[in-house]
């Protein structure tokens, strides 16, 4: 039941691109696993400097805890993951709160801090 519903979701993902998000499926004898490249400024392998995104990597996102339903899709996840990573920073609820403070406090210095966490981690 679960590999037929991945499968169909990755029919669609094929079908109906999504801008800004490319993944594959690296195991062909596992499609349960997925790699997923998110262009823009779930485990992260690279540090990244964000304050809903813990310094080992793991993502505060909500529908991936408490609001995830059988409806969301692949898809939808992947788009809500992009959205939190570009436009949906939520510094009420951290994982990282002495980012969030300065992503309150100090949003130049907090924007150059993420400039050079990119460079130095993701380049």
Not at 26 to 44: C, H, L, Q, R, T
Not at 96 to 103: G, H, T
């Amino acid at each position: 039941m679960a590999l037929r519903r991945i499968y169909k979701e990755w029919q669609d993902c094929v079908e109906h691109p999504m801008e800004g998000i490319s993944f594959k499926i690296p195991y062909a004898d596992n499609s349960f696993y997925w790699d997923a490249i998110i262009e823009g400024p779930v485990k992260f392998k690279t540090p990244v400097y964000h304050p809903n995104i813990h310094r080992k990597g793991f993502l505060n996102l909500e529908i991936l805890k408490e609001t995830w339903s059988p409806a969301l899709t692949i898809a939808k996840v992947l788009l809500c993951v992009r959205c939190l990573l570009v436009d949906d920073i939520n510094a009420d609820d951290p994982l990282e709160p002495d980012i969030a403070r300065l992503y309150k406090t100090d949003r130049a210095k907090y924007k150059q801090t993420v400039r050079e966490w990119t460079k130095k981690y993701a380049m």
